[in-house]
C-alpha cells in the first residue's frame, strides 16, 4: 500500500463524548485505518460533548472517505465535516498582484497613474528598449500552456491546467523573485499559440512554455526563439535536462566514472529525452543509445520527425537495435523519461558494477527505486518521497532571474549547461554521497548559483 502524503492532507470535525478515553478511541480508528494524525484540536467544549479537528495524511481521496467511515462505525462518534487541504490551498488561487508603489495621495495618483504616467508612455515611445527598464517587463515571466500535456494527466485542457501553472509562476516568485503570471491558451493550433504568444510578449521579459505535447512544443519554441527578442524556455524539455545533467555530473563522482567513457541508456525520445540527451552530448557525453516504443533509435531508421533524426544521427554510434531490457546489458547510466513499471531490478541488475539509475516517470517510475537499488550505485527519480529528487524548480527560477538580469534576448545551450554544473557544485564533496547527488528544492543557494552563472554567460559568452 502506498504511503499517506502531504498531497491528501485532511481535517475531520468529530463530534465525540466529553471524554478523554472518547477522544482517544476517535484517534486510534483514524490510526487504524490507516492514516496519519497530524494534529489534533478542541474546536469547542461543553460539559456533554466535544467537537474535535483531526488532521491527517491520507494515501488518497478514496482512503479519505474509508477513515470517515471508520470514524462514524464508532459508537457516539459522529464526522460533522470533511475538509481537503489541498482543495482549501487552491480556493481563490495561489497567486496575486500586489503594489509596489504607495497610492495614498493624490501625488501619488498623479506620479503612478495619470497625468505623470504619459511623461513614461512617451518616454516609452520614443525609445522602446526602456520598457525593460520602466515597466514591469524587467521582471515579469509568462508561463504559457495550452493544457494538452498536464504533468501525468495528459490533454486537460487549459482552464484544468490553470492550478498547475498558478503553482509554476508562486515557484518563480519564491525562488527566484521572478514575477510571473499564468497564459492558459484555449487552442492547440500551433501557428495561433505562436502569434498570442507574439502579441502578448511587449509585456513581458522571458516566456516559460509549459505542457505542451510533442511534436508541437519543438516547432513552438523553435518559432518564437527565432521570431522574438525576450528568451524563450520550454521547461519540459530544458529544465529536465539541466537538473539531470546537474545530477548525473555527480552521480558519476559518486561512482568514479567519466562522461566521456560511460555508456547512457536513455528510454523516452519525446521533448525530455531530446533535450536531455542534446545537453549529455554538449557536456562531453560520447556513448548514448535511445530507446522509443519500439526499441533503440539507430541508422536506416525511416522517420520524418527531425527530433528523432538529429537523435538517430548523433547517438548509438554502435548501431545497437534491440529491445531496452537488452540495452541495459553492461550499460552504466540508465535515464527514463518515459513511462512507469518498464523495467523490474533484475533488468538493472544486468547492468554494469556501479549503475546509475534516474528513472525519472512520474509519478510511478520505469522501475521500483527499491528494486533498482538492491544492485544499482545510485538512485534517483522524480519524486520527493525517495531520495535524489530531480526537480526542475532546481533549474527555472535561477535561469530566468539570470536572464532577466542581464536583458538576455536568448537562450543558448552554453547557458544551459553551466547552470547545470553550478547546480552540481551546490552540493561539496563533503556532502556527496550516493543518496545525495543533487541540492534539495528548498536550497535557497542553488537559484543565486544558478543565477550567477547565467548572468556570467550572458555577459560574457565564456
Given at each position: 500500500m502506498s504511503q499517506p502524503s502531504p498531497s491528501y492532507t485532511i481535517t475531520l470535525r468529530v463530534e465525540v463524548a466529553a471524554s478523554q478515553r472518547a477522544t482517544s478511541t476517535v484517534v486510534n480508528a483514524v490510526t487504524d485505518a490507516g492514516a496519519e494524525v497530524m494534529g489534533v484540536d478542541i474546536a469547542h467544549s461543553t460539559s456533554h460533548g466535544l467537537v474535535m479537528d483531526i488532521t491527517c495524511d491520507t494515501v488518497d481521496a478514496g482512503h479519505g472517505e474509508r477513515v470517515v467511515d471508520a470514524i462514524n462505525a464508532l459508537e457516539g462518534a459522529h464526522v460533522l465535516k470533511m475538509s481537503?487541504?489541498?482543495?482549501?490551498?487552491?480556493?481563490?488561487g495561489k497567486?496575486?498582484?500586489?503594489?509596489?508603489?504607495?497610492?495614498?495621495?493624490?501625488?501619488?495618483?498623479?506620479?503612478?497613474?495619470?497625468?505623470?504616467?504619459?511623461?513614461?508612455?512617451?518616454?516609452?515611445?520614443?525609445?522602446?528598449?526602456?520598457a525593460r527598464r520602466l515597466t514591469i517587463k524587467r521582471n515579469t515571466v509568462a508561463v504559457v500552456t495550452d493544457g494538452t500535456a498536464v504533468l501525468g494527466l495528459g490533454d486537460?485542457?487549459?482552464?484544468?491546467?490553470?492550478?498547475?501553472m498558478e503553482g509554476k509562476a508562486a515557484l518563480f516568485k519564491e525562488f527566484g523573485g521572478v514575477d510571473a503570471w499564468p497564459v492558459c491558451l484555449d487552442t492547440k493550433d500551433t501557428?495561433?499559440?505562436?502569434?498570442i504568444v507574439k502579441a502578448i510578449a511587449p509585456v513581458y521579459g522571458g516566456v516559460n512554455l509549459e505542457?505542451?505535447?510533442?511534436?508541437?512544443?519543438?516547432?513552438?519554441?523553435?518559432?518564437?526563439?527565432?521570431?522574438?527578442?525576450i528568451p524563450v524556455f520550454h521547461d519540459d524539455q530544458h529544465g529536465t535536462a539541466i537538473v539531470v545533467l546537474a545530477a548525473l555530473i555527480n552521480a558519476l563522482k559518486v561512482v568514479g566514472k567519466k562522461l566521456d567513457e560511460v555508456r547512457i541508456v536513455v528510454s523516452g525520445v519525446?521533448?525530455?529525452?531530446?533535450?536531455?540527451?542534446?545537453?549529455?552530448?554538449?557536456?562531453?557525453?560520447?556513448?548514448?543509445?535511445?530507446?522509443?516504443?519500439?526499441?533503440?533509435l539507430h541508422a536506416g531508421e525511416p522517420t520524418d520527425d527531425p527530433h528523432r533524426g538529429w537523435i538517430v544521427a548523433n547517438t548509438n554510434a554502435g548501431g545497437f537495435a534491440g529491445s531496452l531490457q537488452e540495452g541495459l546489458k553492461g550499460a552504466d547510466v540508465f535515464i527514463g523519461v518515459?513511462?512507469?513499471?518498464?523495467?523490474?531490478?533484475?533488468?538493472?541488475?544486468?547492468?554494469?558494477?556501479?549503475?546509475?539509475?534516474?528513472?525519472?516517470?512520474?509519478?510511478?517510475?520505469e522501475v521500483d527505486p527499491?528494486?533498482?537499488?538492491?544492485?544499482?550505485?545510485?538512485?534517483?527519480?522524480?519524486?520527493?518521497?525517495?531520495?535524489?529528487?530531480?526537480?526542475?524548480?532546481?533549474?527555472?527560477?535561477?535561469?530566468?532571474?539570470?536572464?532577466?538580469?542581464?536583458?538576455?534576448?536568448?537562450?543558448?545551450?552554453?547557458?544551459?549547461?553551466?547552470?547545470?554544473?553550478?547546480?552540481?557544485?551546490?552540493?561539496?564533496?563533503?556532502?556527496?554521497?550516493?543518496?545525495?547527488?543533487?541540492?534539495?528544492?528548498?536550497?535557497?543557494?542553488?537559484?543565486?548559483?544558478?543565477?550567477?552563472?547565467?548572468?556570467?554567460?550572458?555577459?560574457?559568452?565564456?
Open positions: 481537503d487541504s489541498t482543495f482549501l490551498m487552491h480556493l481563490g497567486i496575486e498582484v500586489t503594489a509596489k508603489v504607495p497610492l495614498k495621495t493624490r501625488r501619488d495618483l498623479s506620479r503612478a497613474y495619470t497625468p505623470g504616467v504619459a511623461r513614461v508612455c512617451l518616454a516609452i515611445a520614443e525609445h522602446p528598449e526602456d486537460i485542457g487549459p482552464a484544468a491546467a490553470l492550478p498547475v501557428e495561433e499559440i505562436i502569434r505542457d505542451i505535447s510533442a511534436p508541437r512544443c519543438f516547432e513552438i519554441e523553435a518559432r518564437l526563439r527565432e521570431e522574438l527578442d519525446g521533448a525530455a529525452g531530446n533535450a536531455i540527451i542534446r545537453l549529455l552530448t554538449a557536456q562531453g557525453a560520447r556513448y548514448i543509445v535511445a530507446f522509443g516504443r519500439e526499441g533503440a518515459s513511462a512507469g513499471d518498464i523495467l523490474t531490478g533484475e533488468d538493472v541488475a544486468q547492468m554494469a558494477d556501479g549503475a546509475i539509475v534516474f528513472a525519472l516517470a512520474n509519478p510511478t517510475p527499491r528494486a533498482a537499488a538492491q544492485t544499482a550505485a545510485v538512485v534517483a527519480t522524480g519524486r520527493s518521497d525517495h531520495p535524489n529528487q530531480i526537480n526542475n524548480v532546481l533549474a527555472f527560477p535561477g535561469l530566468f532571474r539570470g536572464l532577466l538580469d542581464t536583458g538576455a534576448t536568448d537562450i543558448t545551450t552554453e547557458m544551459l549547461r553551466v547552470a547545470a554544473v553550478a547546480i552540481a557544485d551546490v552540493v561539496s564533496p563533503e556532502e556527496l554521497n550516493s543518496a545525495y547527488i543533487i541540492p534539495g528544492v528548498f536550497d535557497h543557494r542553488v537559484a543565486e548559483a544558478v543565477a550567477d552563472a547565467v548572468r556570467e554567460q550572458a555577459r560574457t559568452g565564456s
